[in-house]
């Protein structure tokens, strides 16, 4: 009687882990095979990679932990899509996940992997980037306003003429990256490394680079007449401590 009930927990146990590991939604996942759309649906932990979800419809659907890499996301909609911890690292810098247009306003990319994402024109209005990693990205021209971004690592990355408008990237890694012509306006880079990042031609008005690293950073105008918040912990291009208090 006892080995027998000590059998049935064990394959209770076994079946519950089972339910964890596998996650998704069978209905949902044979739904997109069919359709090419899913929204709502649950496609956690999913293996995605690979796959074509061009013009896709993926609104507010569960896609944490999903395996992306590669997929084709060009002009999908993920608004409000869930993608903690999901791995995105394209396959082929020509078939990255994020094409032009891609739609990921309010998603949810808490640890996600972006790294050499192809996000150009992209929509990540409001999105939670929180500790993402997007090395060597490209978010020419997105829109990133509102995000947030503490401890979004994005080294090499290119966010030229993109929109970060009030995006919160406290403790942010932006070490090499190009801000060229990006609009900076309300910007908080609290302690934030920004060493060797390029800022000429980018646009400024109470931006907050309180505690930040901009050792060797460029900018194409005196920090007298840039509209930018520094503190004393703030380092400066050449090496040196902001010492003067000055307050946008």
């Known amino acids: 009687m006892i080995k027998n009930n000590i059998k049935m927990l064990m394959i209770l146990l076994i079946a519950s882990v089972n339910m964890v590991v596998v996650g998704y939604n069978e209905n949902d996942l044979r739904y997109l095979g069919r359709t090419g759309n899913c929204p709502g649906c649950d496609l956690s932990r999913t293996h995605l990679a690979g796959r074509n979800l061009r013009n896709a419809d993926l609104r507010n659907a569960n896609l944490k932990g999903a395996d992306l890499r590669g997929a084709d996301c060009e002009n999908a909609s993920l608004s409000r899509a869930n993608l903690d911890y999901a791995d995105m690292r394209p396959l082929s810098l020509l078939f990255g996940l994020f094409e032009s247009r891609t739609n990921m306003e309010k998603a949810c990319l808490n640890k996600a992997t972006l790294n050499d994402a192809q996000a150009q024109e992209a929509n990540f209005k409001n999105a939670d980037l929180y500790c993402a990693q997007a090395n060597r990205a490209?978010?020419?021209?997105?829109?990133?306003?509102?995000?947030?971004?503490?401890?979004?690592?994005?080294?090499?990355?290119?966010?030229?003429?993109?929109?970060?408008?009030?995006?919160?990237?406290?403790?942010?890694?932006?070490?090499?990256?190009?801000?060229?012509?990006?609009?900076?306006?309300?910007?908080?880079?609290?302690?934030?490394?920004?060493?060797?990042?390029?800022?000429?031609?980018?646009?400024?008005?109470?931006?907050?680079?309180?505690?930040?690293?901009?050792?060797?950073?460029?900018?194409?105008?005196?920090?007298?007449?840039?509209?930018?918040?520094?503190?004393?912990d703030t380092v400066l291009p050449d090496g040196s401590s902001w010492s003067h208090g000055f307050y946008w």
Do not use: I, M, P
């Open 138 to 232: 490209d978010f020419s021209d997105a829109d990133l306003s509102s995000a947030h971004c503490y401890g979004f690592e994005a080294e090499d990355a290119s966010f030229k003429g993109a929109n970060l408008r009030n995006v919160v990237a406290r403790a942010a890694v932006f070490y090499r990256s190009v801000f060229k012509k990006a609009d900076l306006r309300r910007a908080n880079f609290e302690n934030a490394v920004c060493e060797q990042a390029d800022f000429r031609g980018a646009k400024f008005e109470k931006t907050n680079f309180e505690g930040s690293n901009l050792r060797r950073a460029l900018f194409d105008r005196l920090f007298s007449r840039l509209n930018v918040k520094f503190s004393k």
